[in-house]
């Protein structure tokens, strides 16, 4: 999504004081104008702190927000990365349905650590997670006995990282990617194992040969497609519609 930043939005973060984790406005402003210069600083990933009374970023904002007051535009850098993460009461009914206590688990494409953090709550040994931002894989390595691999997973191989019983994913959308991750991450599972991804709605009625051919490997495997209700990613910046694919490998 991108944001076209107003005249008045652009005076006001040029007077702003803006260092490598911090931004201030000059002043209070009015209402209009504040919610303005908020869905920008936002954009820009920060996050206002009541107690420091200032915006926080995890990651230096001064070049995105420089190249915004240049261009008079921004993108949110959350929507850019499609960084819609898994919502915790989704990620604990995938571990909850998914994973036996001792389980060796994958998530592909961590995010922000939802899927790994309840897989850990439901037993299991050992978490791989992979993930290609970095600022989000300096988060990730903040959860205990979680090994994190950097990078892009459609990259890595089950020789590199191993088999897994349990394969928990969330992955991008855009350009079909979720089917391509989930074909990607079928290669990794163990047999028996468990594969559950949420994906884009499409998958249930696109009518390409990718879609075709997807659906009917998830039928001959006696997995289900199941539509999530509206709303179900509403918290993570969102209202896309996502079902829930689970498949086992049982040869």
Same mark, same amino acid.
């Given at each position: 999504m991108t944001i076209a930043l107003s005249p008045d939005v652009r005076v006001v973060l040029e007077r702003s004081a803006i260092t490598a984790t911090t931004l201030s406005l000059p002043e209070q402003l009015d209402r209009k104008l504040y919610e303005a210069c908020a869905k920008v600083i936002k954009a820009a990933g920060g996050k206002w702190n009541r107690k420091a009374a200032t915006h926080l970023f995890a990651r230096d904002p001064r070049e995105q927000l420089g190249l915004a007051l240049e261009t008079g535009t921004i993108v949110d850098e959350k929507t850019e990365r499609e960084a819609f993460y898994t919502p915790t009461h989704l !990620?604990?009914?995938?571990?909850? @349905? !998914?994973?036996?206590?001792?389980?060796?688990?994958? @998530?592909?494409?961590?995010?922000?650590?939802?899927?790994?953090?309840?897989?850990?709550?439901?037993?299991?040994?050992? /978490?791989?997670? /992979?993930?290609?931002? $970095?600022?989000?894989? !300096?988060?990730?390595?903040?959860? $205990?006995?979680?090994?994190?691999?950097?990078? &892009? #997973?459609?990259?890595?191989?089950?020789?590199?990282?191993?088999? #897994? &019983?349990?394969?928990?994913?969330?992955? $991008?959308?855009?350009?079909?990617?979720? /089917?391509?991750? /989930?074909?990607?991450?079928w290669k990794f599972l163990r047999t028996p194992g468990v594969l559950m991804a949420v994906m884009s709605a499409g998958v249930r009625f696109r009518q390409d040969k990718l879609y075709e051919s997807f659906r009917k490997q998830v039928a001959q495997g006696g997995g289900t497609i199941e539509p999530l209700p509206q709303g179900t990613f509403k918290e993570s910046g969102t209202c896309v519609e996502t079902v829930l694919v689970r498949v086992e490998k049982t040869q």
């Open positions: !990620a604990t009914r995938m571990a909850r @349905e !998914a994973i036996d206590s001792g389980d060796r688990v994958l @998530e592909p494409s961590a995010g922000g650590g939802a899927l790994v953090t309840a897989a850990f709550q439901y037993g299991a040994f050992e /978490v791989v997670a /992979v993930e290609s931002d $970095p600022r989000s894989c !300096a988060d990730l390595r903040g959860i $205990p006995d979680t090994e994190v691999v950097e990078g &892009d #997973f459609l990259d890595r191989s089950p020789n590199g990282l191993g088999t #897994f &019983d349990t394969v928990l994913m969330n992955p $991008p959308f855009a350009k079909r990617q979720d /089917v391509t991750h /989930v074909l990607h991450a």
